[in-house]
Structures are given as C-alpha cells and as structure tokens.
C-alpha cells in the first residue's frame, strides 16, 4: 500500500514538475507569471486525445503533434501577446499577466466550443496494462510518465548546463541587459524559452490525460494554480526547486488522499505555500539575490 | 575608428547627453572623465546601443551603426564592460569566460579561455566557483577577461576601477596598458582621472551631458583646470 502510494505520487510529482518547469522557464527570463501556461497544457492534452483516440494515431505521433501544437501557441503568444508591450513607455508591468490571462480564457473557450464541455476520455492502448512486484501492482502508463518526466527533466538540465543556447538562456535570466552586450539575441532567446515552455506543457497534458484517462477544458486553471503554487514552493524562477517542488506536491496530495480525507487534496498546494511564504518567502531553493536581481 | 557626432539622448523627458562629439582613433587610449552624473555611462550606453540617441550618429570603422543592438554591436569588434561589471554571478567563472565567446564560431574559443586563464591565474584558481562569489577585484578581472575573449577591436571600460583597493587599482590600469599594447583599442571612462590620464593618449572632460575640455592627456594632467576639479592639489596623492 505504501509503495503503491509511493509510486502513485512521483508519477504525479513528475508530471507536475513539468508542468511548473515551463512557469519557471518563462518567469526567469521574462520575469512574469504566464497564466496562459496551463490553458496550453489543457491543449496538449486535447491534442494527445484527438490523434491518439479519434484519429487511431500511435502515442507517439500523439506526442510530437502535440509538442508542436503548443510550441505553435507558444510562438504565438510571445509574438502576438508579449512581445507588443515589452519596453514600451506607459505600459504597467502588470500588462503582461492580464494578457496571458486573457490568452488563457481565449483557448479554454475555444476548446470548449470545438470539442464540447464535458471530459473526454483518454484511451491508451495499455491503459490496463500492470505489473505486479510482489504485492505492489504498478501501471505501465505510470512507467510511461515517469521515464519520460525523467528524460525530460534530465534533457533540460543538461541542455541548460552544457550548451550554448542554454547558457544564453540563463544570461539572459539573469540579467538582459549583460546577455545583450555579451552577444546574444535577447529577442530570439525569449522566444526560444517561450517556445521550449510551452512544448513543455504540451507534453505534461499528454501525461495526464494518460494518467486520469479524460481530459476536460477546464483542466488547466486547476494545474496551472498548483504549477504557480510550485514555483513559490521551489523558488521563483529556479529550474531545480521546480522539480522538487513538484514531486513534494504530487507525494504530498497522494498521500493526503490515501491517509488523510481526500477533499483536501487540492487545498494542499494552497496549505504549502501559506507555509513557505511564512517561514522562507523566497522558496526553497531561491535566493534573495535572484529576487533582486529583476 | 570610432566617432560619435552630436549624440543626445533622453531618459524620458530628461536629456541626458546634450550634443556630444568624440573620436577614437584606432591603438589608443582615450578617456572620458567627468564627476558622477555628467553622462559619461549614458554615452558609453549610447555608443553600444543599450540607449538609443534621440539626435546625433555613431560610425565605426567608417559605417554608421546608430541604432543597432548590443549583439549587433559585438559582432562587429565593440565590447563593453560595464559600470558595476555586470558578472553572470548565479553562473561559474568558466560559464562566464564560455559567454564571453559566445558569438564566435572559430575554433580557437578553448584555446583562448586557457589563455586568458593564464594571464589571470585566480580565475583559472576559482573557475567552477559561482562568479557572484568573487571579490570585486576579481569580479573586475573576470568581466575585463570575458569581454576581452569576444575578440574586440574597440573595448570599452566604464569605471573599471570603481570601489577596488589602491593596489587592485594599479593592477587594473595596468592591465588596460597592456590591452593596448596587444593592440585593441580602448575607450575608458574614469572618475580616477589621474591615473587614467597617466596611460591614455587622448582624453575628454564630461560636465552635465557636454564635453567641456578635450585634448592630449599630457596636457590635461598639467591643464589648470582639471587639476583644480578633478586631480586636486595634492599632486602626490594616488589614491581615488
């Protein structure tokens, strides 16, 4: 019971450290909050269903079409909602935000007024599929999510620590007026990093759809919300305290509902943050310095 | 090499350069000195393209690059440290030197980090040390090295000597000596105005957003003027 527990919550904690990777990505480099993030996710899933379910195409396929639907929307909303008001005299700093909010209600109707309110299922071929260890039965789809969760976060760690891009990236984060006169193309990395975030959603909404079989369109304000919850927890902006982050919300939530009472299981993200602001504000892993360097 | 024409430019409503005029010839040293607030950084800011001048150009190598963006500037040979150094400091020494290279696609980069290493032993001493960790006479040092691994033909130093010891001071002159002397050009911008004269061949006086003295630094240092404003009459003292 424990382990299936134990299993149960990182295969969730991965899923959410995804999900908060592509929040953190883009608040470090643009230093806002893209709300728009989980509607983005909301569509990855959508698309995950459509070509895997309706079009009877392999998981796979599923993936890239969804990966490249929502960098298509990433691009978009960089170059049509972010990049209008960036450096602009008289423009508050919080016109980006009510932007993406606004991108965010914009793709949670239109998904609604294509595919309908309700869920949809999400049927993979080995939906059913176990293995059982002793007495601990573990699914194949949460195999399935947790290696790719994996490869993803390794992908990106190393992606950020070893190339140039990455390296740019980070400069650029950290401050955008010394990666400029170091070289790089400030504009084109912004993009890049929007891009490569919402990709990142894009795949994270896949993965659930394949972990709670339906997909709905109003999936992502509730994942955005404890996406947003887990960066607070891990440090605004910090790649590590992202993933950690999301493995305690997920082993957190799944153990509240397997020995707690279950109706507070999204009142735990919430609880978290209350915590963490009260005893260490700038998150686990962030530090003041960060902070004061926007 | 450089030659800036009636540059002016605004903070908002605030002007801040008021028609300023200077030329860089290439091997020199040229220094513009002027209290705090008289618009030297905005000037070096200008010249990079960090600000844009409302009036006035900026040609280098005899093409006008008003406008252009910082990126754009350093691919053509104009690196800038700036005031404060600007280190990377949530990265490590060697990720700072890597940016420095970052928009060169030969393939000596390895070769002149190691070079660079060795001409500055500390930051070969701390380079997986996270930069923000670094005195500021390192900070100074590793933002000179990694400007200087772009490869620049014209480097611009703002302030290099701003809150250092004396003796770190001295060192960091000496440096810029030898800058020149590997034949990159340097435009310097100092409130040290005495030692920067002491190595530069040419230099400017910045009062609120004009140029108000040029000439050969060997003049300036005897220039009653300056000696009265900016070296004091204490001809002895080396201190800033």
């Known amino acids: 019971m424990l382990l299936e527990q134990l299993v149960n919550g990182i295969t969730l904690g991965s899923i959410y450290a995804i999900v908060a990777l592509g929040f953190t990505l883009v608040f470090g480099v643009l230093g806002i909050i893209n709300m728009a993030h989980g509607e983005i996710f909301m569509v990855g899933a959508y698309v995950g269903v459509m070509t895997t379910g309706v079009l009877g195409w392999p998981l796979w396929l599923g993936f890239i079409a969804a990966i490249l639907v929502t960098a298509f929307l990433g691009y978009l909303l960089e170059s049509l909602t972010l990049r209008p008001l960036r450096g602009k005299k008289g423009v508050s700093h919080l016109a980006p935000l009510i932007s993406t909010i606004g991108v965010s209600i914009f793709l949670e109707n239109m998904t609604h007024h294509l595919f309908g309110a309700g869920n949809k299922p999400f049927r993979t071929p080995f939906a059913q599929l176990s293995i059982e260890i002793g007495s601990v039965t573990i699914y194949v789809v949460q195999i399935i999510i947790f290696v790719i969760s994996i490869l993803l976060m390794m992908g990106l760690s190393i992606w950020l620590s070893k190339t140039k891009a990455g390296k740019a990236l980070r400069a650029t984060a950290e401050n955008l007026e010394t990666a400029s006169i170091l070289g790089v193309d400030t504009k084109r990395t912004i993009i890049m990093t929007v891009v490569i975030a919402s990709a990142m959603g894009g795949i994270a909404g896949v993965l659930v759809g394949m972990a709670f079989n339906s997909v709905s369109p109003q999936m992502g304000l509730a994942i955005g919300l404890k996406g947003l919850a887990i960066i607070i927890l891990g440090g605004m902006g910090n790649v590590k305290g992202a993933m950690v982050g999301g493995l305690i919300l997920g082993l957190a939530e799944t153990f509240l509902v397997a020995y707690g009472d279950s109706g507070y299981r999204d009142a735990i993200a919430f609880i978290m943050i209350i915590i963490i602001l009260l005893l260490k504000p700038q998150g686990i892993f962030g530090s003041k310095a960060a902070q004061e360097g926007r | ?240």
């Open chain 2, 1 to 240: 090499m450089l030659k800036v024409s009636n540059i002016e430019t605004f903070y908002g409503q605030i002007q801040a350069l008021k028609g300023i005029s200077l030329n860089v010839e290439e091997g020199k040293i040229v220094t513009l000195l002027g209290a705090n607030g008289a618009g030297k950084s905005t000037t070096m800011k200008t010249i990079v393209g960090l600000l844009k001048p409302k009036k006035g150009s900026v040609d280098f190598l005899g093409e006008n690059v008003t406008g252009l963006r910082p990126d754009q500037l350093l691919r053509k040979g104009v690196a800038l440290v700036p005031e404060g150094r600007a280190i990377l400091s949530s990265m490590s020494v060697i990720e700072n030197l890597d940016m420095g290279a970052y928009h060169r696609k030969d393939k000596n980069i390895e070769r002149d980090i190691e070079e660079v290493m060795e001409r500055f032993p500390i930051l070969k001493e701390r380079q997986s040390q996270l930069a923000g960790t670094l005195s500021g006479g390192q900070q100074q040092m590793l933002a000179i090295a990694r400007a200087l691994l772009s490869k620049p033909k014209l480097l611009l130093l703002d302030e290099p000597s701003m809150g250092l010891a004396p003796l770190i001071v001295a060192d960091i002159f000496k440096i810029i000596r030898e800058i020149k002397d590997a034949g990159t050009t340097v435009l310097l911008v100092e409130q040290n105005a005495k030692q920067a004269l002491k190595i530069a061949d040419y230099g400017y006086v910045m009062e609120t957003g004009k140029i108000i003295i040029e000439g050969k630094a060997s003049n300036l240092l005897e220039d009653p003027r300056i000696v009265e404003a900016y070296l004091g009459r204490k001809s002895t003292s080396t201190s800033a």
